[in-house]
């Protein structure tokens, strides 16, 4: 294995070169902040353009490539954890089994390639062409509406998408056949990515077919202990663009098969045990209000770096996705392409476990959120709290007008998804580095938040997290002062996340050192 240096964004063939991607690609690079040349407001396929440069043997196709130019929200949404991660898991699992080929004893997950000589892994070319190919072939199978911005990525650098070969001895077919195998294990791994579980026509992919209904309506709290799906204004037209003006719709529980989805580090999610959610239950009074009251009490407190905190790791491609590459930015003496790939796979693995654990259990508990809580507790009585985009705080909105900062996730509360994923994925790469640094940096510009645009924050705010146990504990009370989780929750989600941290660790270790059966 060679150590990469960390070269400008690139492209190459047959060894080195510069090219230009224009249009779209570089918008979304200015968009996210990310480099390139295109003003703001340049438009998609304009002529906008900015230089590549990309070298094989010494590049990494993660880094310079992947993450720069084929972004993934165009595609997903931030806070659609569980399919947006399952799509990032499943890319990471086929780059990890198609360099596994040239590495001394990593052995894939779900394919099998065989060995090839360590000649072949002198330079970083075989393993980034190899990683690419299956990536774009996850793309094609998994996520079709990135496969036109995929493919022009993969011309820009020499490659050919429409090179179907199988040949296990070439980078280009280990790469087809390690995206492929990953692609097939996923269409029937519990998601309904196809959409036809019960159905013969018009597929409905990622729908609910366990058979899940609420016990309250969008209009009626019957059981203030039990989730209550929540109403907003309609906000995809046909097509893209803004919401329908004066059209309205309920929430459903997002992909409540998740819980059946088939994990990796262990079998049935139910043998991992979580108490009962007693601070949320309407019939201990004094528990559900002081739950109430804790969240009450941090919406009046929300400071512009508080929300700032809380913007950024609601966006899981901020806060989880941006954390990972920090730690291993923090421990650069130790990675080449070979270690960044082993990184990123343990840490997916654990958080794709614990998606599958935590969504079991919000399907068990079916826990309500704050906002119904909220209203259930005072009803119209004023309260004072965060009073809305550009309100500040006040002191007599009326509890049945009170909302979060945050939007609310389209699930039950307990536990909390994102503060499970943030333990989980502390623990599973501080097992890696055997350390507990992580030194994640984050700078929001004044009057950059999403909620407050204009306004908050009144200042650039720069966010600094030392070690994952900071970012653990910054991750978890966000949701408290975002107003979407109790503050009981967070705390009984931490350890329930951090178990998995564990099991993706040990999963990952036993693949990559190629103690798993042939």
């Not at 690139?10 to 690609?25: E, H, Q």
């Not at 130019?69 to 399919?83: G, H, K, N, Q, R």
């Not at 296990?168 to 579980?197: F, H, W, Y």
């Not at 018009?202 to 019957?222: C, F, K, S």
């Amino acid at each position: 294995m060679t150590t990469p240096r960390r070269s400008p964004l690139a492209a190459v063939a047959p060894r080195r070169r510069s090219l230009l991607l224009g249009g779209a690609s570089t918008v979304t690079l200015a968009t996210m902040g990310l480099g390139g040349t295109a003003a703001a407001g340049t438009p998609a396929g304009s002529a906008a353009q900015a230089p590549v440069d990309f070298d094989f043997d010494t590049g990494n196709f993660i880094w310079d490539l992947i993450y720069k130019f084929s972004p993934l929200e165009s595609a997903i949404a931030p806070m659609d954890a569980t399919v947006l991660h399952r799509f990032v898991h499943l890319s990471t699992t086929a780059w990890f089994d198609a360099v596994a080929p040239y590495h001394p004893t990593a052995v894939g997950v779900h394919s099998r390639l065989g060995r090839r000589p360590s000649s072949e892994a002198a330079t970083n070319r075989n393993k980034n062409i190899a990683g690419m190919y299956a990536s774009f072939r996850v793309v094609q199978g998994v996520e079709p509406g990135r496969e036109t911005a995929f493919r022009d990525l993969m011309i820009a650098v020499g490659l050919d998408p429409d090179d179907t070969s199988e040949d296990r001895t070439s980078p280009v077919g280990i790469g087809n056949l390690a995206g492929k195998a990953v692609v097939a294990a996923a269409e029937r791994d519990g998601m309904n990515q196809l959409g036809d579980v019960g159905r013969r026509y018009n597929g409905q992919p990622y729908a609910d077919y366990t058979g899940y209904r609420p016990v309250n309506t969008a209009y009626e709290l019957e059981n203030p202990s039990r989730w209550q799906p929540n109403r907003g204004p309609h906000s995809r037209r046909l097509g893209g663009g803004s919401g329908d003006k004066g059209i309205f719709v309920v929430q459903h529980f997002v992909t409540p098969q998740m819980a059946l989805t088939k994990p990796h580090s262990f079998r049935d999610p139910s043998r991992f045990k979580l108490a009962p959610p007693r601070h949320s239950d309407h019939t201990r009074a004094r528990d559900y209000k002081r739950s109430v009251d804790e969240i009450l009490e941090a919406s009046a407190g929300l400071t512009d770096e508080q929300k700032v905190a809380v913007e950024f790791f609601d966006d899981k491609l901020l806060g989880i996705g941006r954390s990972v590459g920090a730690a291993g930015r923090a421990h650069a003496d130790q990675m080449d392409l070979d270690r960044w790939i082993h990184l990123f796979f343990t840490n997916t693995v654990a958080l794709f476990d614990t998606l599958i654990a935590c969504w079991y259990q919000k399907a068990k508990y079916d826990s309500v959120r704050p906002f119904s809580a909220v209203r259930h507790v005072y009803g119209r009585s004023p309260v004072t709290a965060w009073g809305g985009p550009g309100r500040g705080t006040v002191t007599d909105i009326p509890a049945n007008e009170w909302t979060s900062y945050l939007n609310v996730g389209d699930h039950p509360e307990y536990p909390s998804g994102s503060t499970t994923l943030c333990a989980a994925q502390a623990q599973a790469v501080r097992r890696f580095f055997d350390d507990d640094v992580l030194d994640l940096g984050f700078t929001m510009a004044a009057g950059r938040t999403r909620v407050e645009p204009g306004t908050t924050p009144a200042r650039d705010v720069g966010l600094h997290y030392a070690t994952w146990t900071d970012f653990v504990r910054e991750c978890a009370v966000s949701r408290v002062r975002g107003g979407v989780h109790f503050k009981k929750t967070v705390e009984e989600s931490i350890p329930f996340g951090t178990q998995f941290g564990d099991l993706g660790y040990e999963f990952a270790q036993r693949h990559i050192k190629g103690d798993v059966a042939s």
